[in-house]
T-cell receptor, first 110, second 114 residues
Framework: RKEVEQDPGPFNVPEGATVAFNCTYSNSASQSFFWYRQDCRKEPKLLMSVYSSGNEDGRFTAQLNRASQYISLLIRDSKLSDSATYLCVVRTDSWGKLQFGAGTQVVVTP | DAGITQSPRHKVTETGTPVTLRCHQTENHRYMYWYRQDPGHGLRLIHYSYGVKDTDKGEVSDGYSVSRSKTEDFLLTLESATSSQTSVYFC?????????????FGPGTRLTVT
């Protein structure tokens, strides 16, 4: 079983709509949580850290559910530029080693 | 953007040849990481470093070695490249002091082993 699991998608979203997706993680001792964005043939870029109380950054909202061991990302008012693969990432140790999900592809259409 | 460069950006090599990839940072960060990314897999950690001359293995370290003789440089070596090492390789650095261990990635190296 993979440590971090994501629905690969694609999630096809009309421009202006809202899209949400989750990932699950297996290690209950996980300490930090992140969403990264990766464009085709580019490096992953940090989108946002995910805090226990949930947090928002503009049109992006992240939630953490430790009891059920999942993290969610919601994108409101989707833009064409939001088309990308979103990576769910979890830190499980004190050396900063991260576990990556394989990514959820989002395609925003005009 | 974090000051991370990788070289070369693309490389084609033959099975059995040695290959060295370089990661260079200008941020003076202590932690550096090498990952590989393959279709259907998340990024997988190859090796990491927590200081000059301090390195350790990740989950897919077989066939790879690393060295870090200066804070700014982290080298990944494939001693004898195999076709299974065809991949995209990313280097990452991590800030100290934040407690969150957010990582920032270099642009990647596309390696093809024929």
């Amino acid at each position: 079983r993979k440590e971090v699991e994501q629905d690969p998608g694609p999630f096809n979203v009309p421009e202006g709509a809202t899209v949400a997706f989750n990932c699950t993680y297996s290690n209950s001792a996980s300490q930090s949580f992140f969403w990264y964005r990766q464009d085709c043939r580019k490096e992953p870029k940090l989108l946002m850290s995910v805090y226990s109380s949930g947090n928002e950054d503009g049109r992006f909202t992240a939630q953490l559910n430790r009891a059920s061991q999942y993290i969610s990302l919601l994108i409101r008012d989707s833009k064409l530029s939001d088309s990308a693969t979103y990576l769910c990432v979890v830190r499980t140790d004190s050396w900063g080693k991260l576990q990556f999900g394989a990514g959820t592809q989002v395609v925003v259409t005009p | 953007d974090a000051g991370i460069t990788q070289s070369p950006r693309h490389k084609v090599t033959e099975t059995g040849t040695p290959v060295t990839l370089r990661c260079h940072q200008t941020e003076n960060h202590r932690y550096m990481y090498w990952y590989r990314q393959d279709p259907g897999h998340g990024l997988r950690l190859i090796h990491y470093s927590y200081g000059v001359k301090d390195t350790d293995k990740g989950e897919v370290s077989d066939g790879y070695s690393v060295s870090r003789s200066k804070t700014e440089d982290f080298l990944l070596t494939l001693e004898s490249a195999t076709s299974s090492q065809t991949s995209v390789y990313f280097c990452a650095i991590s800030e100290e002091g934040t407690g969150t261990y957010e990582q920032y990635f270099g642009p990647g190296t596309r390696l093809t082993v024929t």
